[in-house]
Protein backbone atom coordinates (compact mmCIF):
# COMPACT_ATOMS: atom_id res chain seq x y z
CA UNK A 1 0.00 0.00 0.00
CA UNK A 2 1.32 3.91 -0.74
CA UNK A 3 1.76 5.09 2.44
CA UNK A 4 2.54 8.61 1.12
CA UNK A 5 1.26 11.59 1.74
CA UNK A 6 1.98 15.25 1.65
CA UNK A 7 3.06 16.87 4.62
CA UNK A 8 2.62 20.69 5.29
CA UNK A 9 4.75 22.79 7.59
CA UNK A 10 5.13 26.69 8.13
CA UNK A 11 9.00 27.72 8.23
CA UNK A 12 7.73 30.21 11.34
CA UNK A 13 10.29 29.64 13.91
CA UNK A 14 11.55 25.83 13.66
CA UNK A 15 8.93 23.64 16.06
CA UNK A 16 6.69 23.27 13.11
CA UNK A 17 9.44 22.48 10.04
CA UNK A 18 11.20 19.83 12.46
CA UNK A 19 8.00 17.92 13.46
CA UNK A 20 7.51 17.81 9.97
CA UNK A 21 11.07 16.84 9.28
CA UNK A 22 10.93 13.68 11.00
CA UNK A 23 8.12 12.37 8.83
CA UNK A 24 9.80 13.02 5.84
CA UNK A 25 9.94 9.32 4.79
CA UNK A 26 5.87 9.93 4.16
CA UNK A 27 6.12 13.29 2.51
CA UNK A 28 4.88 12.59 -1.77
CA UNK A 29 7.36 15.35 -3.15
CA UNK A 30 8.92 16.65 -0.10
CA UNK A 31 7.77 18.63 2.91
CA UNK A 32 5.62 21.75 1.57
CA UNK A 33 5.54 24.79 3.37
CA UNK A 34 2.24 26.34 3.42
CA UNK A 35 3.73 29.93 3.50
CA UNK A 36 6.80 29.52 1.04
CA UNK A 37 6.02 26.95 -1.80
CA UNK A 38 6.54 26.41 -5.44
CA UNK A 39 4.01 28.83 -7.52
CA UNK A 40 2.73 30.70 -3.79
CA UNK A 41 -0.01 33.28 -4.51
CA UNK A 42 1.76 36.70 -4.25
CA UNK A 43 -1.45 37.91 -1.70
CA UNK A 44 -0.16 34.43 0.34
CA UNK A 45 2.97 35.31 0.20
CA UNK A 46 2.74 38.57 1.60
CA UNK A 47 0.39 37.57 4.03
CA UNK A 48 2.40 34.72 5.48
CA UNK A 49 5.37 36.83 5.44
CA UNK A 50 4.61 39.57 7.46
CA UNK A 51 2.99 37.24 9.88
CA UNK A 52 6.61 35.36 10.17
CA UNK A 53 8.69 38.94 10.51
CA UNK A 54 5.99 40.02 13.24
CA UNK A 55 6.66 36.67 15.19
CA UNK A 56 10.36 36.62 15.21
CA UNK A 57 10.61 40.36 16.13
CA UNK A 58 7.95 40.31 18.51
CA UNK A 59 10.26 37.31 20.16
CA UNK A 60 13.44 39.20 19.96
CA UNK A 61 12.17 42.75 21.39
CA UNK A 62 10.96 40.94 24.60
CA UNK A 63 13.95 41.70 25.69
CA UNK A 64 13.59 45.39 25.18
CA UNK A 65 13.40 47.06 28.71
CA UNK A 66 9.89 48.00 29.74
CA UNK A 67 7.78 48.35 26.78
CA UNK A 68 9.42 44.99 25.63
CA UNK A 69 7.65 42.90 27.91
CA UNK A 70 4.55 44.78 27.98
CA UNK A 71 4.24 44.32 23.89
CA UNK A 72 4.78 40.61 24.18
CA UNK A 73 2.58 39.95 26.91
CA UNK A 74 0.04 41.41 24.73
CA UNK A 75 0.48 39.21 21.59
CA UNK A 76 0.78 36.64 24.06
CA UNK A 77 -2.56 37.31 25.58
CA UNK A 78 -4.04 35.84 22.26
CA UNK A 79 -2.59 33.07 22.35
CA UNK A 80 -2.75 31.75 25.99
CA UNK A 81 -3.76 28.37 27.01
CA UNK A 82 -6.98 28.56 29.58
CA UNK A 83 -6.97 26.63 32.70
CA UNK A 84 -7.60 23.24 32.57
CA UNK A 85 -9.45 22.72 35.84
CA UNK A 86 -12.09 22.98 36.62
CA UNK A 87 -12.44 20.75 33.24
CA UNK A 88 -15.40 22.28 31.62
CA UNK A 89 -16.78 23.27 28.11
CA UNK A 90 -14.33 25.05 25.84
CA UNK A 91 -15.38 24.38 22.48
CA UNK A 92 -16.52 27.81 22.00
CA UNK A 93 -14.49 29.47 19.19
CA UNK A 94 -12.19 32.57 20.72
CA UNK A 95 -10.93 35.38 18.82
CA UNK A 96 -8.17 34.31 17.02
CA UNK A 97 -10.39 31.16 15.86
CA UNK A 98 -12.55 33.51 14.77
CA UNK A 99 -9.86 36.03 13.18
CA UNK A 100 -8.33 33.07 11.52
CA UNK A 101 -11.21 31.89 9.78
CA UNK A 102 -12.38 35.16 8.39
CA UNK A 103 -8.76 35.27 6.55
CA UNK A 104 -9.73 31.85 5.26
CA UNK A 105 -13.04 32.73 4.34
CA UNK A 106 -11.32 35.68 2.01
CA UNK A 107 -9.21 32.70 0.52
CA UNK A 108 -6.16 32.28 2.36
CA UNK A 109 -4.81 29.48 1.55
CA UNK A 110 -7.10 28.12 -1.49
CA UNK A 111 -3.89 28.46 -4.03
CA UNK A 112 -2.32 25.90 -1.40
CA UNK A 113 -5.71 23.43 -1.63
CA UNK A 114 -6.54 23.62 -5.53
CA UNK A 115 -2.88 22.55 -5.97
CA UNK A 116 -2.63 19.90 -3.63
CA UNK A 117 -5.88 18.71 -5.43
CA UNK A 118 -4.42 18.78 -8.71
CA UNK A 119 -1.75 16.81 -7.93
CA UNK A 120 -4.11 13.82 -6.40
CA UNK A 121 -5.72 13.78 -10.01
CA UNK A 122 -2.41 13.44 -11.94
CA UNK A 123 -1.62 10.95 -9.48
CA UNK A 124 -5.14 9.36 -9.46
CA UNK A 125 -4.96 8.82 -5.62
CA UNK A 126 -6.46 11.38 -2.79
CA UNK A 127 -3.42 11.35 -0.87
CA UNK A 128 -3.70 12.14 3.17
CA UNK A 129 -2.59 15.55 4.20
CA UNK A 130 -0.59 15.85 7.22
CA UNK A 131 -0.18 19.64 8.66
CA UNK A 132 2.57 19.88 11.78
CA UNK A 133 0.74 23.60 12.09
CA UNK A 134 -3.24 24.13 12.33
CA UNK A 135 -4.17 26.74 9.95
CA UNK A 136 -2.99 24.18 6.60
CA UNK A 137 -5.09 21.90 8.35
CA UNK A 138 -8.15 24.37 8.67
CA UNK A 139 -7.75 25.49 4.66
CA UNK A 140 -7.77 21.86 3.71
CA UNK A 141 -11.12 21.22 5.33
CA UNK A 142 -12.76 24.80 4.42
CA UNK A 143 -11.66 24.12 0.59
CA UNK A 144 -13.09 20.82 0.77
CA UNK A 145 -9.57 18.64 0.63
CA UNK A 146 -10.95 15.78 -0.70
CA UNK A 147 -8.12 13.28 1.56
CA UNK A 148 -8.41 12.46 5.05
CA UNK A 149 -6.63 15.72 7.09
CA UNK A 150 -4.39 14.75 9.84
CA UNK A 151 -2.82 17.72 12.38
CA UNK A 152 0.42 16.94 14.40
CA UNK A 153 0.34 18.39 17.90
CA UNK A 154 4.21 19.42 18.65
CA UNK A 155 3.01 20.73 21.91
CA UNK A 156 2.20 19.33 25.50
CA UNK A 157 -0.85 21.22 26.06
CA UNK A 158 -2.63 23.64 23.32
CA UNK A 159 -4.98 26.50 22.97
CA UNK A 160 -8.63 26.81 21.98
CA UNK A 161 -7.07 27.99 18.38
CA UNK A 162 -5.87 24.32 17.59
CA UNK A 163 -9.41 23.28 16.75
CA UNK A 164 -11.21 23.88 13.89
CA UNK A 165 -13.95 26.42 14.33
CA UNK A 166 -16.86 23.94 13.98
CA UNK A 167 -15.04 21.37 16.15
CA UNK A 168 -17.86 18.90 17.35
CA UNK A 169 -18.44 18.66 12.94
CA UNK A 170 -15.32 18.74 12.20
CA UNK A 171 -13.20 15.93 9.72
CA UNK A 172 -9.44 17.36 10.77
CA UNK A 173 -7.50 13.98 12.95
CA UNK A 174 -5.69 15.02 15.73
CA UNK A 175 -2.30 13.23 16.25
CA UNK A 176 -1.61 14.07 20.31
CA UNK A 177 1.58 13.84 21.81
CA UNK A 178 0.36 13.12 25.42
CA UNK A 179 -2.17 12.58 27.60
CA UNK A 180 -2.84 16.54 28.01
CA UNK A 181 -3.10 17.38 24.74
CA UNK A 182 -6.08 14.09 23.80
CA UNK A 183 -7.85 15.40 26.98
CA UNK A 184 -7.75 19.23 25.93
CA UNK A 185 -8.86 18.62 22.55
CA UNK A 186 -11.77 16.97 23.65
CA UNK A 187 -12.64 19.90 25.92
CA UNK A 188 -12.38 21.65 23.03
CA UNK A 189 -14.84 19.62 21.07
CA UNK A 190 -12.88 17.60 18.66
CA UNK A 191 -14.42 14.11 18.70
CA UNK A 192 -12.51 11.26 20.19
CA UNK A 193 -12.66 9.26 16.96
CA UNK A 194 -10.65 12.14 15.45
CA UNK A 195 -8.02 12.21 17.92
CA UNK A 196 -4.80 9.63 18.09
CA UNK A 197 -2.84 9.64 21.37
CA UNK A 198 0.15 8.87 19.13
CA UNK A 199 3.32 10.34 20.93
CA UNK A 200 5.82 13.19 19.42
CA UNK A 201 6.94 12.03 16.01
CA UNK A 202 10.87 11.83 17.07
CA UNK A 203 13.81 10.82 14.79
CA UNK A 204 14.25 7.44 14.02
CA UNK A 205 17.69 7.30 13.11
CA UNK A 206 17.84 8.28 16.94
CA UNK A 207 15.36 5.80 18.06
CA UNK A 208 15.80 2.77 15.83
CA UNK A 209 12.85 0.28 15.47
CA UNK A 210 10.05 -0.81 17.54
CA UNK A 211 13.13 -2.49 19.71
CA UNK A 212 14.28 1.11 20.03
CA UNK A 213 17.84 -0.64 19.81
CA UNK A 214 19.60 3.21 18.55
CA UNK A 215 17.94 4.68 22.05
CA UNK A 216 19.23 1.66 24.20
CA UNK A 217 22.49 2.17 22.99
CA UNK A 218 22.94 5.81 23.20
CA UNK A 219 21.65 5.69 26.67
CA UNK A 220 23.72 3.22 28.23
CA UNK A 221 27.07 5.48 27.32
CA UNK A 222 25.39 8.77 28.19
CA UNK A 223 24.00 7.44 31.81
CA UNK A 224 27.75 6.95 32.43
CA UNK A 225 28.33 10.76 32.04
CA UNK A 226 25.47 11.99 34.04
CA UNK A 227 25.86 9.19 36.65
CA UNK A 228 29.27 9.55 37.80
CA UNK A 229 29.63 8.73 41.32
CA UNK A 230 27.24 6.00 40.29
CA UNK A 231 24.83 6.96 43.01
CA UNK A 232 21.86 6.61 40.94
CA UNK A 233 23.24 3.55 39.08
CA UNK A 234 23.71 1.92 42.71
CA UNK A 235 20.17 2.79 44.09
CA UNK A 236 18.79 1.48 40.32
CA UNK A 237 20.89 -1.46 39.34
CA UNK A 238 17.78 -3.96 38.41
CA UNK A 239 15.94 -1.30 36.33
CA UNK A 240 19.11 -0.37 34.54
CA UNK A 241 20.21 -3.60 33.76
CA UNK A 242 16.70 -5.00 32.75
CA UNK A 243 16.89 -2.27 30.46
CA UNK A 244 20.28 -2.38 29.21
CA UNK A 245 22.13 -5.01 30.40
CA UNK A 246 25.65 -5.19 31.81
CA UNK A 247 26.72 -1.35 31.89
CA UNK A 248 29.58 -0.33 29.93
CA UNK A 249 33.03 0.20 31.49
CA UNK A 250 33.62 3.48 30.11
CA UNK A 251 31.11 5.99 28.01
CA UNK A 252 32.14 6.55 24.02
CA UNK A 253 32.93 10.45 24.33
CA UNK A 254 33.34 13.41 26.90
CA UNK A 255 30.22 14.40 29.29
CA UNK A 256 28.58 16.97 26.22
CA UNK A 257 25.41 19.90 26.72
CA UNK A 258 23.99 20.72 23.41
CA UNK A 259 22.76 24.44 24.11
CA UNK A 260 19.82 25.35 21.36
CA UNK A 261 19.50 28.61 20.90
CA UNK A 262 16.30 28.88 19.01
CA UNK A 263 15.25 29.92 16.06
CA UNK A 264 14.82 33.24 16.62
CA UNK A 265 17.72 33.87 18.35
CA UNK A 266 16.17 35.20 21.35
CA UNK A 267 18.59 33.68 24.20
CA UNK A 268 22.08 33.66 22.42
CA UNK A 269 22.87 35.39 25.28
CA UNK A 270 22.84 32.48 27.71
CA UNK A 271 25.25 30.33 25.84
CA UNK A 272 27.77 32.51 26.31
CA UNK A 273 27.39 32.54 29.96
CA UNK A 274 27.76 28.84 29.87
CA UNK A 275 31.23 29.46 28.25
CA UNK A 276 32.30 31.42 29.97
CA UNK A 277 31.22 29.70 33.55
CA UNK A 278 32.94 26.27 31.88
CA UNK A 279 35.63 27.74 30.25
CA UNK A 280 37.91 26.16 32.82
CA UNK A 281 37.09 22.44 32.39
CA UNK A 282 36.66 23.14 28.37
CA UNK A 283 40.12 24.09 28.16
CA UNK A 284 41.06 20.58 30.26
CA UNK A 285 39.23 18.54 27.98
CA UNK A 286 36.36 17.96 30.47
CA UNK A 287 33.34 19.18 29.00
CA UNK A 288 32.26 19.25 25.36
CA UNK A 289 29.77 22.04 24.41
CA UNK A 290 27.65 21.62 21.11
CA UNK A 291 26.07 25.22 20.21
CA UNK A 292 23.02 24.42 18.29
CA UNK A 293 22.52 27.45 15.72
CA UNK A 294 20.07 26.65 13.16
CA UNK A 295 20.68 28.07 9.36
CA UNK A 296 22.01 31.64 11.07
CA UNK A 297 25.50 32.43 9.66
CA UNK A 298 25.72 35.43 11.65
CA UNK A 299 25.28 33.51 14.83
CA UNK A 300 28.50 31.28 14.64
CA UNK A 301 30.31 34.64 14.26
CA UNK A 302 29.01 36.34 17.57
CA UNK A 303 30.05 33.36 19.49
CA UNK A 304 33.33 33.01 17.82
CA UNK A 305 34.08 36.26 18.53
CA UNK A 306 33.14 35.80 22.08
CA UNK A 307 34.88 32.58 22.41
CA UNK A 308 38.34 34.33 21.12
CA UNK A 309 37.49 36.90 24.25
CA UNK A 310 37.40 33.89 26.23
CA UNK A 311 40.78 32.35 25.21
CA UNK A 312 39.37 29.12 24.50
CA UNK A 313 41.47 27.62 21.03
CA UNK A 314 39.44 26.15 18.82
CA UNK A 315 41.73 23.64 16.84
CA UNK A 316 41.43 23.14 12.90
CA UNK A 317 41.28 19.42 12.85
CA UNK A 318 40.44 16.16 15.44
CA UNK A 319 37.87 16.46 18.25
CA UNK A 320 37.10 20.21 19.00
CA UNK A 321 35.94 21.26 22.61
CA UNK A 322 33.02 23.32 20.99
CA UNK A 323 31.32 22.30 17.92
CA UNK A 324 28.57 24.75 16.05
CA UNK A 325 25.74 22.79 14.39
CA UNK A 326 24.90 25.40 11.29
CA UNK A 327 22.83 23.83 8.77
CA UNK A 328 23.08 24.99 4.72
CA UNK A 329 19.01 24.79 4.78
CA UNK A 330 16.91 23.49 7.35
CA UNK A 331 17.02 19.98 6.51
CA UNK A 332 21.11 19.74 6.70
CA UNK A 333 20.33 21.66 10.02
CA UNK A 334 18.15 18.96 11.55
CA UNK A 335 19.63 16.06 10.04
CA UNK A 336 22.65 17.58 11.68
CA UNK A 337 21.11 18.18 14.65
CA UNK A 338 19.86 14.96 15.04
CA UNK A 339 23.34 13.08 13.99
CA UNK A 340 24.93 15.04 17.09
CA UNK A 341 22.41 14.49 19.63
CA UNK A 342 23.32 10.74 19.78
CA UNK A 343 26.68 11.79 21.56
CA UNK A 344 24.57 14.34 23.50
CA UNK A 345 24.16 13.89 27.26
CA UNK A 346 22.26 16.99 28.11
CA UNK A 347 19.89 19.41 25.90
CA UNK A 348 19.79 22.94 27.26
CA UNK A 349 16.91 24.31 25.92
CA UNK A 350 13.86 26.32 25.69
CA UNK A 351 10.88 24.35 26.55
CA UNK A 352 9.94 23.89 22.75
CA UNK A 353 8.87 21.28 21.04
CA UNK A 354 12.54 19.62 21.82
CA UNK A 355 10.81 18.92 25.28
CA UNK A 356 9.41 15.71 23.51
CA UNK A 357 13.08 14.46 23.14
CA UNK A 358 13.67 13.71 26.40
CA UNK A 359 12.09 10.42 25.75
CA UNK A 360 15.25 9.65 23.64
CA UNK A 361 16.87 9.71 27.49
CA UNK A 362 18.09 12.71 27.33
CA UNK A 363 17.23 15.32 30.45
CA UNK A 364 16.42 18.97 29.67
CA UNK A 365 18.14 22.01 31.41
CA UNK A 366 15.37 24.63 30.72
CA UNK A 367 15.96 27.96 29.58
CA UNK A 368 13.84 30.58 30.12
CA UNK A 369 10.04 29.83 28.31
CA UNK A 370 9.05 32.66 25.77
CA UNK A 371 5.05 32.68 26.25
CA UNK A 372 2.55 30.78 27.67
CA UNK A 373 2.65 28.30 25.21
CA UNK A 374 5.98 27.17 26.42
CA UNK A 375 5.29 27.58 30.22
CA UNK A 376 2.97 24.42 29.80
CA UNK A 377 5.79 22.96 27.96
CA UNK A 378 8.07 23.98 30.97
CA UNK A 379 5.46 22.36 33.47
CA UNK A 380 4.83 19.61 31.63
CA UNK A 381 8.67 18.53 32.16
CA UNK A 382 9.20 19.23 35.46
CA UNK A 383 6.03 17.47 36.19
CA UNK A 384 7.22 14.33 34.21
CA UNK A 385 10.34 14.28 35.94
CA UNK A 386 11.78 15.06 32.32
CA UNK A 387 14.37 18.03 33.36
CA UNK A 388 14.85 20.79 35.80
CA UNK A 389 15.13 24.88 35.96
CA UNK A 390 18.35 26.37 34.77
CA UNK A 391 20.15 28.12 38.03
CA UNK A 392 21.92 30.74 37.30
CA UNK A 393 23.94 30.15 34.15
CA UNK A 394 27.04 32.87 35.06
CA UNK A 395 27.74 29.76 37.69
CA UNK A 396 26.81 26.85 35.74
CA UNK A 397 30.19 25.18 36.88
CA UNK A 398 29.06 24.67 40.70
CA UNK A 399 25.08 24.16 39.89
CA UNK A 400 25.70 21.80 37.23
CA UNK A 401 28.36 19.92 38.42
CA UNK A 402 26.42 19.48 42.07
CA UNK A 403 23.69 18.10 39.73
CA UNK A 404 25.92 15.49 38.42
CA UNK A 405 27.33 14.36 41.77
CA UNK A 406 23.84 13.91 42.98
CA UNK A 407 22.67 11.64 40.23
CA UNK A 408 19.90 13.98 39.31
CA UNK A 409 19.80 14.50 36.16
CA UNK A 410 20.66 10.39 35.23
CA UNK A 411 17.57 10.15 36.92
CA UNK A 412 15.79 12.35 34.25
CA UNK A 413 17.42 10.49 31.46
CA UNK A 414 16.22 7.08 33.01
CA UNK A 415 12.79 9.14 33.61
CA UNK A 416 12.39 9.99 30.08
CA UNK A 417 13.40 7.23 28.53
CA UNK A 418 10.76 4.83 30.53
CA UNK A 419 7.93 7.73 30.94
CA UNK A 420 8.10 9.23 27.67
CA UNK A 421 6.36 7.99 24.13
CA UNK A 422 9.12 7.23 22.21
CA UNK A 423 7.13 5.31 19.01
CA UNK A 424 5.21 8.47 17.87
CA UNK A 425 6.62 8.08 14.35
CA UNK A 426 6.05 4.88 13.87
CA UNK A 427 2.41 4.79 15.22
CA UNK A 428 1.73 8.07 12.67
CA UNK A 429 2.85 6.25 9.72
CA UNK A 430 0.59 2.78 10.64
CA UNK A 431 -2.56 5.29 10.97
CA UNK A 432 -1.36 6.83 7.49
CA UNK A 433 -1.25 3.55 6.07
CA UNK A 434 -4.97 2.56 7.32
Known amino acids: MNNKAWVISVNMGYGHQ ?5 LKDLAEEGIINANDYSGISKKDRIFWEGARRFYEAISRF ?4 LIGGFAFSVFDYFQRIAAFYPKQDLSKPNFTSRQIYSYIKKGWGRDLIEKLKTKNEELKRNLP ?3 TFFTPAFMAEYFRYPGKIFCV ?3 ADIARTWAPLNSKES ?6 PNERVAERLTLYGVREENIFLTGYPLPLKNVGDENLDILKRD ?3 RLLNLDPEKRYFEKYKKLIEENFGKPLKRPDHSLTIMFSIGGAGAQKDIGIKILKSLRNDIKRGEIKIIISLGIKEIMKEYYLKNIRRLG ?3 GENGSQPIEFILGKNIGDYFEKFNFALRKTDILWTKPSELSFYSALGIPIIISPAIGSQEEFNMRWIIKSGFGLLQENPNYTDQWLFDWL ?6 EAALEGFIEGKKLGTLKIKKIIEK
Open 405 to 410: KQGYLA
Open 171 to 176: KIKYLA
Open 62 to 65: KRAP
Open 219 to 221: LKS
Open 153 to 155: VCD
Open 18 to 22: RTAYN
Open 312 to 314: IKL
Open 129 to 131: LIA
